[in-house]
């Protein structure tokens, strides 16, 4: 065991992965966060949005060893099914064979079963009701509220993974030492529950359910006792707001318009909607990330996204994969792994934000359109007809490591080919068509 402690702070789901880690390396941790053991306490109601566990995420827990027994409550979903306010539901598939598929898990489970991992392993402990309120990043002197009170602490290093509004960016940001910025969209998110019926599920189970509605939608994720998380992400001002839908009679009216099919599945609908707060939704932009080789953040608390592209935990799970990376790479110099993980990870972090922001426009505005759907199957076919060589960003994003980066870079790549195979095609196709008419001329 090695002598210095590190001090993870926020003990949610990229906390508890990082102490996992870094346990096996030999280091002792602390792991500090600022709400009650959620193992014993009661989830906060409507913030429980599930989780979309894809490739990325998995490698990270494989690495570990929990990959199967987090997978064991996971329910695959294969595709999106489309919900239109009138007409059939339209199955769309994500991968080009059917049968990859991204994995509906609770939040709240995956979180308890990595916090169970890491306490079970040796050096590591746990100080919950600890929410930090001062830093001194030179030293790695830390300040805590608890319920009996001020407490300090001092860490070699200190490590915040404590979520998009961490307080160990809020303390760096305080001296100086980097520069943030927060873009919120002008939507909102909140949940309701589409229960099981008789015991089996209301919707198919197999498939993430999409409720496009041009400037708004409804998503929803099976659980394993066959109910459904639903998320609302609507305007927070304006016509179909969250502001505009206030009493029953309007919050039952919209539904019955916009949802048709989901009051007769929801009947808590009016109550859950009224009842569940509101989250906010944005981006987090911060630079850099690490100060003095001894203080670092990671996953949301460096580069918070929107959740649109499934990818917030399974990208903040990748952020300590590359850092356990790094520290293999320097012979665990910290001085030296943490400005080689910002380096590493800075631009795959603003790859995927932006693709996430693409992904909403995308889900809420475009998965309807018949255009959209061919475009779905020209992209399979090219797929089928070129394996390997033509891979869909969704593929690339959640089926495989590549980074995020990488991905953006090759899928333009891609585009740009098929536009010019497309103009080209276009070209001959006038040329023989205009050969064709000056020889109908001639005769």
Request: net charge negative; hydrophobic share 40%; aromatic share 8%.
């Amino acid at each position: 065991m090695r002598d210095d402690e590190i001090a993870v702070v926020g003990a949610g789901l990229a906390g508890c992965l990082t102490a996992c880690f870094l346990a096996r390396r030999g280091y002792r941790v602390a792991l500090y966060e600022r709400r009650p053991d959620p193992r014993t306490g009661t989830v906060e109601r409507g913030r429980s949005i599930n989780l979309a566990l894809s490739e990325r995420g998995l490698d990270a827990l494989r690495r570990i060893g929990l990959a199967e027994q987090v997978m064991a409550d996971a329910l695959p979903m294969r595709g999106r099914m489309i919900h239109p306010v009138q007409g059939e539901t339209n199955f769309q598939q994500y991968s080009v064979s059917g049968d990859r598929a991204i994995n509906s898990i609770s939040r709240g489970a995956l979180n308890n079963a990595l916090l169970d991992a890491a306490t079970r392993l040796p050096g590591v402990r746990a100080a919950f009701d600890h929410r930090l309120v001062g830093l001194e990043p030179a030293t790695g002197e830390m300040r805590f509220e608890t319920p009996t009170g001020e407490v300090t602490a001092t860490a070699a290093v200190v490590l915040g993974t404590d979520g998009a509004g961490s307080a160990v960016r809020q303390q760096l940001l305080g001296y100086g030492l980097l520069t943030e910025r927060v873009d919120f969209l002008d939507y909102g998110y909140k949940e309701l529950t589409i229960p099981a019926v008789d015991g089996e599920f209301a919707l198919d189970p197999d498939a993430l359910h999409i409720w496009p509605r041009g400037t708004s939608m409804m998503i929803a994720l099976p659980n394993p006792d066959r109910s459904f998380t639903c998320t609302l992400f609507w305007p927070n001002e304006g016509p179909g707001s969250f502001v505009a839908l206030t009493d029953p009679a309007a919050i039952e009216a919209h539904f019955a318009s916009h949802y048709p099919d989901v009051p007769p599945l929801a009947p808590k609908l009016v109550d859950d909607y009224q009842q569940n707060p509101v989250g906010q939704l944005g981006t987090v932009y911060c630079t850099p990330w690490q100060v003095h080789g001894r203080v670092a953040l990671l996953g949301d608390a460096a580069h918070a996204i929107v959740p649109f592209y499934g990818q917030g935990a399974n990208c903040a799970f990748e952020d300590v994969v590359e850092l356990d990376r790094c520290l293999d790479e320097c012979g665990d110099d910290w001085a030296a792994a943490l400005p080689l993980f910002e380096q590493r990870r800075q631009e795959n972090a603003g790859a995927i934000a932006e693709m996430a922001l693409a992904n909403f426009v995308e889900m809420r505005d475009k998965v309807a359109s018949p255009l959209f759907q061919l475009g779905r199957r020209v992209e399979h076919t090219l797929e089928r007809a070129l394996p390997g060589r033509y891979v869909s960003r969704y593929e690339l994003v959640s089926f495989s490591t590549t980074p995020y980066a990488e991905v953006r870079r090759r899928v333009r790549r891609q585009h740009r080919i098929l536009g010019a195979v497309a103009a080209g095609a276009a070209a001959l196709l006038l040329g023989a068509v205009t050969a064709a008419v000056r020889s109908g001329r001639r005769r």
